[in-house]
């Protein structure tokens, strides 16, 4: 019956792929998520879930979809974000917005990375009904993954969704992954005072300052390579990257303010908490007792890093399914916001991350299928036959 009310998948995909939501930390590129959030919403609800938007303190325009069948105190949930980063206009073959295909590939704004993962999660949903499931069935879409990540940290400020297990579809090319780094953006400015470049004593020479600053950066990341090493990952210890620099302007003045940006990449383990408020301690010490001022200033909240341990049920089933080891990659995930509502969280999705943020985003449709049959293994195993944790 369910499936009557449901839109065929390839319909439900071009429903998303032509429903814009891009997510920028830009203004100029930012839309709401409305359009493709309501259809998301309707065609769960058409296959008998009950559904919520979850609307986003602070952020008008962008929503989160919850759709639950089923209850109980174990499920899984299929997660996967709506909005798409923005596109490069006129260096597409044909229009973002419009499902097409050729070559044996799907194409679309999203169509990797991950709206053919969603209207795929919902397909394999919309093929079960609530007096199958001994279990909840739970598909989530949410909202500025892209961008600021308040769709995730949303959910986990409200608590939902409620779960054991998550699949997030992300671009993995079929191949479950377990473990990711975190990430943190982080701003200093060093304040001195400006002055005639002739008599040093008539100013307070802020790229100086920030000389000693770097210095100090550099020794904690020395600490931090000698601490930390997790053989998972291509590049097995955290790094820190200075990125950015500004200040001065002219030879012969004195420079009175410096601003540096720098990335972290954290391994399982640590915590963007913790590593920010040691890096401004070193900061600090650093420029301790030199009479600079320094300012701090994170440039977005961070993600923090993704662990399931290779024991977990979920990972051991995606291994089975896809032939697979569990594998580590160098992208972050909103899978750190279900892993701290008590989910293991496995990331595996059909699209490939080699093609996505990019011109021409595709999606082998020979990997429809096969992706289908797996979720369906995947609900079958944690919603049907109640696996015990
Ligand atoms: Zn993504």
Redesign the pocket.
């Known amino acids: 019956m369910s499936q009557l009310r449901t839109p065929s998948l390839r319909e439900m995909i071009a429903g998303l792929i032509h429903a814009p939501s891009v997510s920028s930390v830009n203004p100029d590129f930012d839309m709401s998520n409305l359009t493709a959030a309501e259809r998301i919403a309707g065609w769960l609800d058409g296959a008998g879930f009950k559904v919520q938007l979850q609307e986003i303190p602070g952020h008008p325009g962008k929503v989160n979809v919850i759709g639950v069948l089923g209850r109980g105190p174990g499920g899984l949930v299929l997660a996967g974000?709506m909005d798409t980063v923005p596109y490069d206009q006129g260096r597409w073959a044909s229009d973002p917005f419009t499902l097409t295909e050729r070559d044996g590939n799907y194409y679309g704004l999203g169509i990797s990375?991950?709206k053919g993962f969603i209207a795929m999660a919902v397909e394999a949903a919309a093929r079960h009904k609530p007096g199958e499931l001994k279990q909840p069935l739970i598909v989530i879409a949410t909202a500025d993954?892209?961008s600021s990540m308040c769709g995730g940290r949303a959910l986990s400020e409200a608590h939902l969704p409620k779960a054991r297990y998550a699949i997030i579809g992300?671009?993995t090319a079929m191949r479950p992954v377990h473990m990711h780094k975190g990430i943190l953006m982080e701003a200093v400015k060093v304040i001195g005072h400006s002055g005639h470049s002739s008599d040093p004593s008539l100013g307070k020479n802020a790229l100086e300052g920030m000389h000693r600053a770097i210095a100090g950066l550099l020794q904690y990341r020395g600490e931090l390579e000698h601490k930390y090493h997790d053989h998972h990952f291509k590049v097995q210890t955290p790094t820190l990257n200075l990125g950015h620099i500004k200040g001065g302007d002219n030879p012969n003045r004195i420079c009175p303010e410096c601003e540096l940006h720098f990335d972290v990449r954290i391994l399982p383990g640590m915590s963007v908490e913790q590593v920010r408020a040691e890096a401004r301690e070193r900061l600090t010490a650093a420029l301790d007792g030199s009479g600079f001022e320094v300012e701090f200033r994170s440039l977005f909240r961070g993600t923090d890093p993704l662990q399931t341990p290779g024991t977990s049920a979920l990972v051991k089933a995606a291994e089975e399914l896809t032939g697979h080891k569990a594998e580590a990659v160098a992208f972050a995930t909103e899978g750190p916001f279900l892993q701290k509502l008590g989910m293991q969280t496995v990331i595996l999705g059909p699209g490939d991350i080699n093609v996505?943020h990019q011109p021409n985003e595709s999606l082998p449709i020979a990997n429809v299928e096969p992706m289908l049959k797996m979720l369906e293994h995947f609900i079958q195993r944690f919603c049907v036959t109640s696996e015990p944790a």
């Open positions: 974000h990375d991950m993954e892209e992300e671009p996505a």
